[in-house]
């Protein structure tokens, strides 16, 4: 029987630490890095880039990028210009499904993408070249070139080499 009761203290005092150990990693800090990129091209196009990732100290888990492309202004209000540029846009992002929303006003297309789980996501590959009063969009999708940035959800990075590698690719970061 005195037995018994000197059991009572060990298992409530491994409780409580069973308790503390979950506490503390339920509360694990997660950083968040901010950076953008403004780019100017042919014709008054600009490309605004705002990546915000979510890391856990070692890799990332959660990446949300906004892509927001401003029309030249000779192109403001043509509906079929901006329409095109969506849909080229689109399709060179379909494999990302529900993760990316479009959104279209009448000077810019805004491009939300949000990914928690497997994905890829190429940063600064979008070109506009002026070609004769045509404007032609150039989309670079190759993964393996060095023109673009490439991030996926669980690439190693600290929050530090992170924001040197996006600053050392023409990013401004917080």
């Known amino acids: 029987m005195s037995t018994r009761k000197s059991m009572k203290l060990p298992i409530i005092i491994t409780f409580i630490f069973i308790l503390i150990i979950v506490y503390l990693f339920m509360n694990l800090k997660q950083s968040k890095v901010v950076c953008e990129s403004e780019k100017s091209f042919d014709g008054g196009f600009r490309v605004k ?3 915000e ?3 856990d100290g070692k890799k990332i ?5 906004t892509k ?6 000779r192109y403001v209000n043509n509906s079929d210009s901006i329409e095109e540029i969506k849909n080229v846009i689109k399709n060179t992002l379909d494999y ?3 993760n990316v929303t479009y959104s279209v006003l009448d000077d810019r297309i805004i491009i939300k993408i949000n990914i928690k789980k497997n994905g890829l996501v190429l940063l600064d590959n979008i070109n506009f070249v002026d070609n004769g009063g045509k404007i032609d969009v150039i989309i670079d999708t190759n993964t ?3 023109n673009v ?3 996926a959800i669980g690439d190693n990075y600290t929050d530090g080499e992170l924001m040197q590698s ?7 970061c917080k």
Request: glycine share 6%; no cysteine; charged share 25%.
């Open 49 to 51: 880039e705002e990546i």
């Open 53 to 55: 990732s979510v890391t």
């Open 61 to 65: 888990n959660t990446l949300n990028v």
């Open 68 to 73: 927001t492309i401003y029309m030249a202004d």
């Open 96 to 98: 990302l499904g529900d």
């Open 144 to 146: 393996k070139s060095n």
């Open 149 to 151: 940035v490439k991030l």
């Open 166 to 172: 996006l600053k050392n690719k023409g990013y401004s």
